[in-house]
């Protein structure tokens, strides 16, 4: 009878292993599943308003022209990006739900695809709008960006 008592002990314990080591997995399943939605996110979204920021940010840098295009969906604008006195056009435009960026006459590179909305708005010094080709004194931009992801998260992420 105490055998009996002893194999039933060792496979209550064992299931309590087992299950222990499943939670486990299940939690390390579910961890690795928001840590990859929020790459992705990083990925789609943050990316293309940092590369489009740091590209502004150098906007007239050594260059005569800042602006030659300044719509609200396609931008152009001069600058020295690599700091060896050639001036480069760094080209924003949005073509159907693709936001492409182009330097000088090179291959379009796509920024970021399903955008919904691109909207760039152009202020000089005393707060007016301004827009057209060949701008000059364009002190300050705000844009718009709105990505739609085809991929769906189901996890709540928080920082």
Do not use: C, H, W
């Not at 105490?2 to 961890?31: C, K, P, T």
């Amino acid at each position: 009878m105490g055998v009996i008592f002893d194999i039933l002990g060792s496979f209550v314990v064992r299931a309590a292993i087992v299950a222990v080591m499943l939670n486990l997995m299940i939690s390390l399943n579910e961890a690795l599943y928001r840590k990859n939605d929020r790459m992705y996110l990083t990925e789609v979204l943050e990316a293309p308003s940092q590369v489009i920021a740091n590209d502004l940010r150098l906007a007239g840098y050594n260059a005569s022209k800042t602006f030659a295009r300044a719509y609200t969906t396609d931008m152009m604008f001069y600058a020295d990006t690599g700091n060896d006195g050639s001036v480069e056009s760094i080209r924003f435009y949005l073509s159907g739900t693709t936001l492409y960026r182009r330097i000088n006459s090179g291959t379009p590179f796509e920024l970021a695809r399903s955008v919904t909305y691109f909207n760039v708005t152009y202020y000089n010094i005393y707060g007016n709008q301004v827009s057209g080709s060949s701008v000059s004194g364009v002190k300050s931009i705000y844009i718009q960006l709105t990505i739609r992801s085809g991929n769906r998260i189901t996890s709540v992420i928080s920082d």
